[in-house]
C-alpha cells in the first residue's frame, strides 16, 4: 500500500478512495469502538487480572428501692438511705468507664481500699461483709476485698484504681470514677462489687450496692500473633494469620499464670486440625504437605502460656495450605451441666494460611504482563491500519 501527498491531503494509490459519506464514517466509528473493546478484553481478560493480582500481593511484601432486678447503669447515684438500692454495670471495649456516687458525705465507700484498686468479690453477699476485717477461716476470706488488677488478670502494679471527686460543696458527697483506658481486658468475664454503705447506723442495712461485670477481651491477631480470650463474646470471630518466606513465624498466646490454656490440637507440635478446631477435629501431620516438618520447629514458654512455631523459609510447601489450631481453656470447676455455650467460650480457633515458596515462575508471571499489554497495543494499531 503507498501513500502520495498531493496539496496537502494523503489519498491511496492504487485504489480509488471516495469521500466518506453516508454509513461510511458510523462503520468507521464502529470499528473504532471494537478495537478499543478487543484490548480492553486482553487487559481485563481473567488470566491478566489473576496475573496482576497475584503479581500484587506477591510483590507488596507481605476491636428505685429494692427489688428482684438491679438498674443498669454507668453512672450509679445512691438514694437518699431511706431506701437500699442496686446497680448493675458493664465495662467492655467500647464502655470503659463506671462511676459510684454515695447519698451523704459521710457515707461509708466499700470497700475502704476503693481508692487503692481493691474491690469486692462478685459473691459477697452484703457490703459489711466485704468490709469486716478478715478471720483465719475460708468463709471469711471468701469476703475479702481483693485487688482489681488481679481480678482481671493481671498484676498487682500498676492497680487499676478508682479516682475520688467531691461534688460542689468541699463537704458534699463523695463520686468514684473508675476508667479503664490503658489497662487491659480480662481474659474471661469477670464481676466485682463496690457500694456505699449510709452513715446512720439505723440505716446501714440500706446498702447501696454496685455490680460491674468486665467482659472479656476479643481474640484477636496482632502481626504474627495470636491472643487468646474467653469471655461469652470474646470468639465471636475467628483470627487469621498468614505466615509467608518474609514472615515465617507464628505465636499463639493462649493464658496467663491466672488463666491457664493449652494449644490445640493436644498433639500441635506435628498435627493439625484439617477442620474446624473441637475435641473431635480430623488431625493431620504437618508432613503431609511439609516434608521433613520437624517438631524442634515449635518453641514454649509455658510461664506465658505462649508457643511459637517458625519455619524455616526453604521449607515452604509449593502450594498455599490453610490449616486449623487453637487454645482451650478449662476452668478450675467444670459444672456438669455446662452449656453447649460455656463449653464454646472456652475455645480460641485460629485459621493459618501458610503461603507457597517463591519459585522462578513469579519472574515469568510478572513478565507476561508487559507482554499482554504489547498485544493489546498491536491489536488497536492493526484495526486502524487496515480500517
Not at 437500699?84 to 458493664?90: G, I, L
Not at 490445640?264 to 516434608?291: H, L, M, N, W
Amino acid at each position: 500500500m503507498r501513500i502520495a501527498m498531493a496539496s496537502g491531503k494523503a489519498c491511496y494509490v492504487g485504489r480509488s478512495l471516495r469521500r466518506a459519506s453516508g454509513k461510511r464514517p458510523m462503520a468507521k466509528q464502529n470499528l473504532w469502538l471494537l478495537a478499543c473493546a478487543a484490548a480492553s478484553i486482553l487487559l481485563l481478560s481473567p488470566s491478566a487480572c489473576a496475573l496482576r493480582h497475584r503479581e500484587g500481593t506477591s510483590l507488596q511484601g507481605n476491636q428505685d428501692g429494692p427489688s428482684s432486678q438491679a438498674t443498669e447503669a454507668t453512672n450509679a447515684v445512691c438514694p437518699a438511705a431511706e431506701k437500699a438500692a442496686e446497680y448493675t454495670a458493664t465495662l467492655s471495649e467500647s464502655n470503659q468507664k463506671v462511676s459510684l456516687q454515695c447519698a451523704a458525705a459521710g457515707d461509708q465507700v466499700v470497700p475502704a481500699g476503693l481508692k487503692d484498686g481493691s474491690v469486692c468479690p462478685a459473691d459477697v453477699q452484703t457490703l459489711a461483709a466485704c468490709e469486716t476485717p478478715a478471720e483465719n477461716s475460708v468463709k471469711a476470706s471468701a469476703s475479702k476485698a481483693v485487688s482489681l488488677s488481679v481480678l482481671m488478670g493481671g498484676t498487682e502494679a500498676p492497680p487499676v484504681t478508682w479516682v475520688e471527686s467531691t461534688l460542689t460543696e468541699a463537704d458534699g458527697p463523695k463520686k468514684y470514677e473508675l476508667s479503664l483506658p490503658n489497662a487491659p481486658l480480662p481474659l474471661k468475664d469477670t464481676k466485682f462489687v463496690a457500694g456505699c454503705i449510709p452513715a446512720k447506723k439505723e440505716k446501714a442495712n440500706n446498702e447501696c450496692k454496685l455490680t460491674v461485670t468486665v467482659e472479656a477481651r476479643k481474640s484477636a491477631a496482632a502481626g504474627q500473633t495470636v491472643y487468646c480470650a474467653y469471655g461469652a463474646k470474646s470468639n465471636e470471630a475467628k483470627p487469621t494469620v498468614t505466615m509467608t518466606q518474609e514472615n515465617n513465624t507464628l505465636t499463639l498466646v493462649c493464658g496467663n499464670e491466672a488463666t491457664k490454656a493449652v494449644p490445640q490440637p493436644t498433639d500441635y507440635k506435628t498435627a493439625y486440625c484439617a477442620d474446624e478446631v473441637g475435641a473431635e477435629c480430623k488431625t493431620e501431620t504437618f508432613t503431609s504437605f511439609i516434608p521433613g516438618f520437624q517438631s524442634t520447629w515449635w518453641t514454649e514458654n509455658k510461664g506465658a502460656q505462649n508457643v511459637t512455631l517458625k519455619i524455616p523459609p526453604e521449607h515452604f510447601p509449593d502450594s498455599p495450605k490453610t490449616i486449623h489450631l487453637g487454645c482451650l481453656y478449662t476452668p478450675p470447676t467444670t459444672p456438669q451441666d455446662q452449656s453447649a455455650g460455656a463449653a464454646k467460650q472456652n475455645l480460641c480457633k485460629v485459621d493459618v494460611v501458610i503461603g507457597a515458596k517463591e519459585s522462578s515462575a513469579t519472574g515469568r508471571r510478572v513478565a507476561a504482563l508487559p507482554g499482554l499489554a504489547v498485544g493489546a497495543v498491536a491489536l488497536s494499531i492493526s484495526f486502524l491500519i487496515w480500517f
